[in-house]
């Protein structure tokens, strides 16, 4: 066990240090000590070494204790600073005690400065160890704090009773309300809508101490937003929330969702929704189930003559015409190319025939229009449940391509005049 000492002593009497020092050996120290009895002294001595412990005399001719004590504090020196001196009144120990010195003890009874080294001596290890682990602390919190605001995400510390405990805000505009506001708030003080999900998730976490996630959506602003919020439990009577803005995540999804079953030029519905509608419509209650094909005449000639821009503004304007002639129940969709289909639940033959008839008077009015629209058109119609529907498909395309041939060069060219 190393018992060396590093001890500085300010005392003006060589003798009394000697004595001093024979104790410490006898103790079972190690000491290497300097004794110095001036502030400028002292001060060179606090510059040139680390020490273990300071013992200083209370009274001295050009010195004293509580000088020495003054300089110890000016440097922020976390020492042991035990006061030995001669006998001195009751009411300046206790002054030098409330300005810092540990302990005072009387020379003629220096028995008792080895139990105060040692205390002294352990409580200043004790004090560095927290020192050290506060300063941990402080750094770990610095980092953690510099980590949640350099996130997108909201940190929020909730009580069992969403009581809101600590917020911090990596984007403050994702916030329904500002900081100031929100802490020491309960959730159902803040948001009613959100009160009773989110209780119930909190209560959740309290029973499974396990991670649970929900999605959400508030107006903030003005702005209607999307958040995912992950719950996790932290201590008893605590909960951790974090909460990520997925606004454009859905944004995206939805703008995915509607590529998938629309079509990108004209604005309706694709082949692939056509198919989808087509299974949940395969049942008896949407019979008679009928079925429109319609093919845009002359979109080659417009695109080989005028281009793809012209050919591409004859196909919304049949997208419009579709959709204005159509019912609001009636499923439109692009078929491919310069193809057209509508379905039509529980629709009969008769009825269809009235819609393809009033879609090719709606085609013949834009005869004088820059851009004239004429299509080819062919309906079928599903009675029986037991009927194939692919049947019934290719009739409808049979019908529409009869129709094709029909339309005159006359009509074709019409496009130019």
Same mark, same amino acid.
């Given at each position: 066990?190393?018992?060396?000492?590093?001890?500085?002593?300010?005392?003006?009497?060589?003798d009394?240090a000697?004595l001093?020092?024979y104790?410490?050996?006898?103790?079972g120290?190690?000491p290497?000590c300097?004794?110095?009895d001036?502030?400028?002294?002292?001060?060179?001595?606090l510059?040139?070494?680390?020490?273990?412990?300071?013992?200083?005399d209370y009274?001295?001719?050009c010195f004293?204790?509580?000088?020495?004590?003054?300089l110890?504090?000016?440097r922020s020196?976390?020492?042991?600073?035990?006061?030995?001196?001669g006998?001195?009144g009751?009411?300046v120990a206790?002054?030098?005690?409330?300005?810092?010195?540990?302990?005072?003890?009387?020379?003629?009874?220096?028995?008792?400065?080895?139990?105060?080294?040692?205390?002294?001596?352990?409580?200043?290890?004790?004090?560095?160890?927290?020192?050290?682990?506060?300063?941990?602390?402080?750094r770990?919190?610095?980092?953690l704090q510099?980590?949640?605001?350099?996130?997108?995400?909201l940190?929020?510390?909730?009580?069992?009773?969403?009581?809101?405990?600590?917020?911090l805000?990596?984007?403050?505009?994702?916030?329904?309300?500002?900081i100031?506001?929100?802490?020491?708030?309960r959730?159902q003080?803040?948001?009613k809508?959100?009160?009773?999900?989110?209780?119930?998730?909190i209560?959740?976490?309290q029973?499974?101490?396990s991670?649970v996630?929900?999605?959400?959506?508030?107006?903030?602003?003005?702005e209607r937003?999307?958040?995912?919020a992950?719950?996790?439990?932290?201590l008893?009577?605590?909960?951790?929330?974090?909460?990520?803005?997925?606004?454009?995540?859905?944004?995206?999804?939805e703008?995915?969702?509607?590529?998938c079953? /629309?079509?990108i030029l004209?604005?309706?519905?694709n082949?692939?929704?056509?198919?989808?509608?087509?299974?949940?419509l395969?049942?008896?209650?949407?019979?008679?189930?009928?079925?429109?094909?319609?093919?845009?005449?002359?979109?080659?000639?417009?695109?080989?003559?005028?281009g /793809?821009?012209a050919?591409?503004?004859?196909?919304i304007?049949?997208?419009e015409?579709f959709?204005?002639?159509?019912?609001?129940?009636?499923?439109?969709c692009?078929?491919?190319?310069?193809?057209f289909?509508?379905?039509?639940?529980?629709t009969?033959?008769?009825t269809?025939?009235r819609?393809?008839?009033?879609?090719r008077?709606?085609?013949?009015?834009?005869?004088?229009?820059?851009?004239?629209?004429?299509?080819?058109?062919?309906v079928a119609?599903?009675?029986?449940?037991?009927q194939?529907?692919?049947?019934?498909?290719?009739?409808?395309?049979?019908?529409m391509?009869?129709?094709?041939?029909?339309?005159?060069?006359?009509r074709k060219?019409?496009?130019?005049?």
């Open positions: 066990m190393d018992r060396s000492l590093r001890v500085l002593m300010v005392e003006d009497s060589d009394d000697k001093v020092l104790e410490l050996r006898r103790w120290y190690d290497l300097e004794r110095v001036t502030r400028e002294a002292m001060a060179s001595a510059d040139r070494r680390k020490w273990d412990l300071i013992i200083a009274v001295m001719p004293n204790g509580l000088d020495a004590l003054e110890v504090k000016e020196l976390d020492l042991p600073f035990i006061i030995v001196s006998r001195i009751e009411d206790v002054a030098a005690m409330k300005a810092g010195a540990d302990d005072y003890i009387f020379k003629d009874n220096l028995t008792r400065l080895n139990f105060t080294i040692k205390r002294e001596l352990q409580e200043a290890v004790v004090r560095r160890e927290r020192k050290r682990a506060e300063e941990a602390l402080r770990t919190s610095a980092e510099a980590v949640f605001q350099a996130l997108p995400d940190y929020f510390r909730l009580g069992a009773d969403g009581t809101f405990q600590e917020l805000a990596g984007d403050p505009s994702d916030l329904y309300q500002p100031e506001d929100l802490l020491g708030k959730i003080d803040v948001s809508k959100l009160a009773g999900q989110f209780q119930q998730v209560d959740r976490v029973d499974t101490r991670l996630m929900i999605e959400y959506n508030l107006s903030i602003r003005g937003k999307f958040f995912e992950r719950f996790l439990p932290l008893e009577d605590q909960i951790v929330v974090v909460i990520r803005n997925i606004t454009e995540r859905k944004q995206a999804e703008r995915l969702r509607y590529l079953f /629309h079509d004209t604005g309706i519905f082949r692939s929704f056509f198919e989808e509608e087509l299974k949940r395969n049942t008896k209650r949407q019979l008679p189930l009928s079925v429109i094909m319609g093919d845009v005449n002359g979109l080659k000639l417009v695109n080989d003559t005028l /793809h821009q050919g591409d503004a004859l196909l304007r049949t997208a015409i959709k204005n002639m159509c019912r609001k129940e009636d499923i439109i692009r078929w491919g190319g310069d193809e289909a509508v379905l039509l639940p529980n009969d033959r008769d269809a025939g819609i393809c008839n009033q879609l008077a709606a085609g013949e009015k834009t005869e004088r229009e820059s851009m004239p629209v004429s299509f080819a058109l062919g119609t599903r009675e029986n449940i037991d194939p529907f692919e049947l019934v498909l290719q009739k409808a395309e049979d019908l391509y009869q129709d094709k041939k029909g339309v005159t060069v006359a060219i019409s496009f130019f005049r």
